[in-house]
């Protein structure tokens, strides 16, 4: 079956350090990899995409991510943090459409909650 | 551009009542999506349109209705809202480019937060 998972329901950093969220992911094919950020009360905000190319994407606000393709995985990177960095991230997969390769659909992982204090 | 725009941003229902959720997009986009988002669920697909004139289901689609009045316009329906219903909507929408080539991100609308008592 075709998934996304963000095996933590938090994560939390302090101003200035580092943080990453994790992601790994199952999918048939070639995956086409995503990162979106909610803020309280808003929509989804697309950060950064991998769709081929350079194992390293970089994304808006300083984000990046790393693929690795090995070990399924996708994780969000920030070199340092910020206090309004604090929102809710979304890692989402692209499954394909049979016999198409425009259409498909994306698969959201639960969401991790970043909490960066002062 | 307002990019997407739900109506309304809030919904209170009883039991049994229908209304119907609206979303436009004003980018010209092909495709459109509805998700309903639930704590720890992440977000979930209704229904989506890869193109005006066709529609087909997600993961969630039983209890709704969907219908693409045209190329901006993707509306989602309750016919008769379940507390199951309770949620928080969201409209997005996908540019027209192949997903290898760009255009491969949705954008999301503000939401409707709906409550079905």
């Known amino acids: 079956a075709q998934s996304v998972a963000q095996p933590e329901d938090q994560v939390n950093v302090a101003e200035g350090n580092p943080l990453t969220v994790k992601c790994t992911y199952s999918v048939s094919g070639n995956p086409y990899l995503f990162w979106y950020v909610q803020y309280p009360n808003r929509g989804l905000q697309f950060l950064l995409k991998?769709?081929?190319?350079?194992?390293l994407v970089k994304g808006s606000y300083g984000f990046e991510a790393e693929f690795n393709k090995s070990q399924t995985s996708f994780h969000l990177k920030k070199p340092s943090a910020l206090v309004s960095d604090s929102a809710l991230y979304f890692c989402a997969v692209r499954v394909p459409a049979l016999g198409s390769s425009n259409t498909g659909k994306l698969i959201f992982g639960q969401g991790t909650t970043l909490q960066v204090k002062p | 551009n307002a990019g997407v725009t739900q109506t309304p941003k809030f919904q209170v229902l009883k039991t049994g009542q229908s209304m119907t959720l609206q979303c436009a997009q004003d980018m010209n986009h092909n495709s459109m999506y509805w998700y309903r988002q639930d704590p720890g669920m992440g977000l979930r697909l209704i229904y989506y349109s890869a193109s005006e004139g066709t529609t087909d289901k997600g993961e969630v689609p039983n209890g709704y209705n969907v219908s693409r009045l045209n190329k901006r316009e993707f509306s989602l329906r309750l016919e008769s809202a379940a507390p199951s219903q309770t949620s928080v909507y969201f409209c997005a929408s996908r540019g027209t480019g192949i997903w290898l080539a760009g255009g491969a991100e949705q954008f999301f609308g503000p939401g409707t937060r709906l409550t079905v008592l």
């Open positions: 991998y769709i081929t190319g350079d194992n």
